[in-house]
Structure formats: C-alpha cells, structure tokens
C-alpha cells in the first residue's frame, strides 16, 4: 500500500527482564490510511501502548521499520525529522493530569506546541484561545493551571493540544478510561467530531470494545505483541475469528439483564499471566485457547485473509469456519 | 426482616454534604448495585456502613438497622467486631488495600484469626483452602508470597478470599472490577456470583459500569450528588428508567449493539458544599418543570420501584389525566423555558 499515511514494517521492541527478553511488540505490520481511524484492541499487557509510543516516536524499537507519509524515520531523528514527527503525529494520553506540566496556565500548555512549531506571539494565543473554545472551555479556563480543571476538562485541554498544531494523525492512547461514563460520552463525541472536522487519522487504543466500535473503521486486536486479528470493525465485532477476538466480545457486558453472558462464556481456563518472551515458539494464545491442537504450541499463526475482508492469525481458522457454517 | 435497612443516611464531611439523604434495603443473599458517578457519594456511603468514616465526618440516619441491631449507636469497640466478621469489603485497588510487607496468606488468615479465634495454622490451612477454591494455582506456595509478585486478577482474588473468609452476612464491594481487564473481569464476577450462592452472602456493588449490573446485580439504586434518585429491582429499572438521570446514564454508554447513538449528559454535577434546594438534577434535565426547584419525595412509579422525580408525582397531568380526576392545588407542572 502506496498511500498509507503511517506504515510499520516487521516492528518489534524488546524489553530486557533478568536474563529473559520480553517481546512486548513481534513482528507488526499494520498501516494506517488518511483520515483512517484504527481501532486496537486488547487486554492489559498486549503491547498496545507500546506500539502507539512507538508510532508516536516515544518508544525507540529493537527492529522493524516505520514510515511516516512515505519517509522512513530512524530511532534518532535528525532535527528536519524531528519536525515532521512533530507536525503530523500528535498523542493524547490517558492520565491528564501527568501530561500537562503543572507549573503552565492552560492557555501555555495550550500554546507549546505551536511554540516549538516556530509560530509564537499573539497568532499563537489566538491560536489557543480558538482551541479553547472549540473543546467546550469557557476563556477564563486559559488562566487556569492543571489542578483547577476537572478530569474531563482536562482531557478536553489534552485533545486540543493534540489538535493544535493541526497533525495528520492523533495517537489516542485510553483516553477516557480514566473518565465517568457521562463525561466519556461528551469526550468521545467531541474526538469524532474534530477527527471528521479535519480528516485527521487516528489510531484510537483501548481496553473498552464498545468505544472502539463507536469510533473506529478498522479494528485490529493484539494478544501478547502480536496482531491476532484485524479488518473492518463491523466485520471484527460481529464475526469475529479468532478465538481470541470471540473470547474478548463474549466477556463484554452489554447492559442488556436478559441475557446475562457470564454463565454460557464463563472461561474455563483461567488467564494465564505470562509475559511473553523472544523466544516463543508456536502461538502465544494456544494455551489458552479451547480448540488448540499440538501444531499450535509449535508453529507460529499468521495473518490469514477471509472472504469476510478480515484477516486472522490462527491455525484453526478453517475448523472455526466449518463450525460457523454449522451455526455453532 | 431485612437484612439491611437503612433509612435517610446523610453524612457530611466538613463543608461537604456527601450524603444527603440515601435509603437502601437489603435482603439476605440479595445483590443489590449502587450506581453513579464519581463523586456522587457511593463510596462515602459504603464507607460508613462499614464504621470507617474519619472522626469529622457528621452521621445521621432515620434508622439504620443490620441484622436487627441499631447500627447508629455502635461505638469503635463494637465496629471491631462487625467489620470482617459480619461486614466485610473489597476495596478497588488490591494493590494499596493490601499490606506490601505481609505475605497473602497471613493476610487472608488474619481475620480468621481475630475474629474466630483461630489457630495460627488452622487459619492458615483455611487460607490455602480458600485460595483454592478461588481457582489459584499452587495455592500453598502461593500463600507465602507477598502482593508485588501477584498480577492484578490474582490480587483482586486473594481480595476476596479475605473479605469472604470469616462467611460474613453482607459484603460491600466497591468498583471491585474496575481496574480490570474485561477477560479477568469476566473471572472476578463468576467468583462473586458463585460464593455469593454457595454461602448466601447479600451484596452491596458500587460501580458505574452499568454492563456490570445488568449482569450481577438482582436490585439497583442509582445514585446522583448524594441521594438515591431512583431504586428498585433489577428488570425493573432496566426496562423502565423512571428518573431522567438514569435514562440519561443509558444514553450515554456506547454500546457493541447499536454503536451509532451517543448522547453525552450536558453540564456537571452540583456543587455539594452547595447542594442545590430542589432536584439535584434539574440543571441538566431535559423534562426540567417549575416544581423541580422544589425537593422530590420518593415517588411510587411500579412495583418496589421507586424514583425522585416530581414526573412520578400522581397529579402530574400526564397521570391526572389518565385518571381523569382533578386535584385542587396541585403544584405548578409549566414546562421551564
């Protein structure tokens, strides 16, 4: 794909533990097209906030290439790179309050962005006064420092500071699980306005499957480093093939008490925390999965298509067909 | 007799009014969820069921009754002996509730202990047992190791084990499933439901994860800046949200089956060193009348379900015209501009 916006190639990233070597990222590939938002998926531990830090150029990698807008960009940028990182990438991070400095009013936390960008003065504070007012904060909130603001008004200073400098992708990193479910709701409802307001793409990470659904094109779901499943999100969500994916949406509570899923999904074999290591053979959810077979625990899964449009990497895709068809 | 009964608590803090007036019921193996925001008093209210509200904090309560006895009188010495016998908590974060220098057995094993005068050993062969049951691999080694080498499901585990291992009559939970992963969450909420049957134990659940209620709880009471504004079975308050907080709640949460509707609640929770006079809810109801500047009573709305909300009023007009009978100085129902 020629016209990707952001592009990775064979991405890993190792962590040293003792005399292990922890593959938080293995081998990733994924691309993100303009204006694409990308939902990811998956639970505490599965490396989904590394392989956004890394996108956003925060988290150096072990191996694998990244692209921004067609330019490959080392783990030491020069300082032109530098810039376009700045430009075009922008993050919005979960807790608020550790990402604004304390010590800044809003309107110049607001306004280092553009700061760094080269544009200074009153055309950046009209600048940040605009951003202001555009997430829902009355002017008298610019004076204010971090600990004065709510959480969800927060948030709504940590979107505009992504925004602000006007990027082609906003690297959503959870953020509104740290939120009330009311205050999450007008969150999310003002990243899909600004996302459809500039064509901005995003890489939207999360833990909660609903939000992903509400916002996302494409969904990709990673299980301990790896991409296990992706493809268009109503596709994912709704004939999901990877017996990790169907295990993710059946442990989901959808607030509907006639039909509480707990007892038919009730997992029969416990999550097994486990890191995963370098040296893994086989598939990282086999022993986990209720339809593993011996050629799982040895042989590594890839990312297989479908006619549905989705690709899934396990081996017992075929069987997980036969029993679709069947209805079962 | 119920087994909890607990009427008009109200609790403030300082210049904080964070309970204002909250009524709840519980019947023995009853689970009953207590939803709300944060900051809506769910945690100062399960705290001082539980006796551990600082020195400062002013309770009072119509009556307040667990197991027949008169909880208002209790002094510190008698909490003692309730909390972990008879009451008994999980807590959030596993990870600050639990000591970090005190190995997980001796922790689960400690109210054994106090509270029925166990042996050191047979407390601990007790633990073991528990953990067991709780689905934890090599319970015995496991015993004997301390917090930091847990992962989060696990501690939330032993969390349990802790507060279920004296058979206590209720347990309060408070968000015990929100720094979980949805798979792990999954596995904490079957524990629950399954030592909940085995030993009968009623249950108080504070979350605001309304996917939680709908599948643990049997009874719901929503909570918003420091009231019950609306309480009653679960099927009942699911298939008929009576108070406009509730239904907005609803419309807020995105959900996996109709993922294109979202309506955010505009504005912010009151002030409660200020508590408004009328409904707490009114500034940011969509049905909001001239009455609601007025405070609501409970209002019957169906079966054990009861809302705070003057629409439940019997001369209301949509109601008084059903019933075809005019009431002489009825309240003022105009719409507010």
């Given at each position: 794909m020629t016209d990707a916006f952001v592009e990775v190639r064979q991405l890993r990233c190792h962590f040293k533990n003792g005399n292990n070597l922890l593959s938080?990222?293995?081998?990733i590939n994924l691309s993100i097209a303009p204006g694409e938002v990308l939902g990811l998926v998956g639970e505490s531990g599965s490396g989904k906030s590394t392989l956004g830090r890394i996108i956003a150029g925060l988290q150096p990698r072990s191996a694998g290439q990244l692209l921004i807008d067609g330019e490959e960009m080392p783990n030491q940028y020069s300082r032109r790179q530098f810039r376009t990182m700045a430009t075009n990438v922008q993050m919005v991070f979960q807790d608020s309050y550790a990402s604004l400095?304390?010590?800044?009013?809003i309107l110049a936390s607001l306004q280092e962005p553009l700061w760094s960008l080269g544009i200074a003065g009153q055309a950046a504070k009209d600048k940040a006064a605009y951003w202001l007012d555009r997430v829902?904060?009355?002017?008298?909130?610019?004076?204010?420092?971090?600990?004065?603001?709510s959480g969800g008004q927060r948030q709504r200073i940590g979107i505009a500071r992504a925004f602000i400098a006007e990027p082609k992708l906003v690297i959503c990193d959870?953020?509104?699980?740290?939120?009330d479910v009311s205050v999450q709701a007008q969150i999310i409802n003002l990243l899909q306005e600004l996302q459809r307001e500039h064509n901005t793409a995003m890489l939207f990470i999360a833990h909660d499957l609903a939000v992903v659904r509400f916002l996302a094109t494409r969904t990709a779901v990673m299980y301990l480093g790896e991409i296990v499943e992706i493809g268009p999100t109503d596709r994912v969500f709704e004939s999901p093939r990877h017996p990790y994916t169907a295990r993710l949406l059946a442990a989901?509570?959808?607030?509907?008490?006639?039909?509480?899923v707990l007892r038919v999904?009730?997992?029969?074999?416990?999550?097994?925390n486990r890191a995963p290591l370098a040296t893994d053979s086989g598939c990282r959810f086999a022993p986990r999965c209720?339809?593993?077979?011996?050629a799982c625990f040895n042989t590594p899964p890839w990312l297989q298509p479908s006619r549905v449009d989705t690709e899934a990497a396990c081996h017992r895709i075929v069987y997980i067909e036969i029993l679709k068809a069947r209805g079962s | 007799m119920s087994l909890l009964d607990v009427n008009a608590l109200t609790v403030s803090i300082g210049p904080v009014q964070a309970v204002r007036d909250v009524s709840l019921t519980l019947e023995p193996g009853e689970c009953r969820a207590l939803v709300g925001e944060s900051g809506c008093g769910k945690s100062v209210t399960a705290m001082s069921l539980l006796g551990l509200?600082?020195?400062n904090a002013k309770i009072s309560a119509e009556h307040w009754l667990f197991a027949g006895r008169d909880?208002?009188?209790?002094?510190e010495r008698d909490w003692r002996q309730v909390r972990g016998n008879q009451i008994a908590m999980i807590f959030q974060n596993p990870m600050t509730a639990?000591?970090?220098?005190?190995?997980i057995g001796a922790q689960i094993a400690e109210p054994l202990r106090i509270?029925?005068?166990?042996?050191r050993r047979d407390a601990k062969m007790r633990a073991i047992a528990l953990l067991e049951r709780l689905a934890i691999a090599n319970p015995a080694q496991r015993?004997?190791?301390?917090?930091?080498?847990?992962s989060g499901g696990m501690l939330q585990r032993a969390m349990i084990a802790m507060a279920v291992v004296c058979e206590p009559q209720l347990l309060i939970a408070d968000?015990?499933?929100?720094?979980?992963?949805v798979t792990v969450q999954a596995e904490v909420l079957c524990l629950l439901q399954e030592m909940r049957e085995s030993s009968g134990t009623a249950m108080l659940f504070i979350t605001h994860d309304l996917g939680v209620v709908a599948e643990i709880a049997d009874s719901v009471s929503v909570m918003y800046a420091g009231q019950t504004v609306e309480s009653g079975s679960l099927h009942g308050v699911f298939k008929t949200e009576a108070h406009p907080y509730t239904q907005a709640l609803k419309r807020a949460v995105p959900s996996l089956e109709n993922p294109r509707q979202l309506e955010a609640i505009k504005g912010s929770p009151p002030d409660l060193r200020r508590?408004?006079?009328?409904?707490?809810?009114a500034a940011r109801?969509?049905?909001?009348?001239?009455?609601?500047?007025e405070q609501p009573p409970q209002m019957a709305?169906?079966?054990?379900h009861l809302a705070r909300?003057?629409?439940?009023?019997?001369?209301h007009p949509l109601r008084w015209r059903q019933a075809d009978a005019l009431i002489s100085g009825t309240p003022v129902w105009r719409n507010k501009e």
């Open positions: 938080a990222v293995d081998g400095n304390p010590r800044m009013t829902g904060l009355p002017p008298s909130a610019g004076e204010r420092y971090p600990h004065e603001l959870e953020p509104v699980s740290a939120l989901h509570l959808d607030g509907n008490p006639r039909d509480r999904a009730a997992p029969t074999k416990t999550a097994v209720h339809i593993a077979e011996p | 509200m600082p020195s909880m208002s009188q209790l002094n639990l000591d970090p220098t005190q190995t509270h029925k005068g166990l042996s015993a004997e190791q301390y917090p930091f080498e847990f968000e015990p499933t929100t720094a979980l992963d508590p408004p006079a009328g409904c707490g809810f109801c969509s049905q909001r009348m001239a009455i609601c500047e709305c169906g079966d054990n909300c003057w629409l439940w009023h019997k001369d």
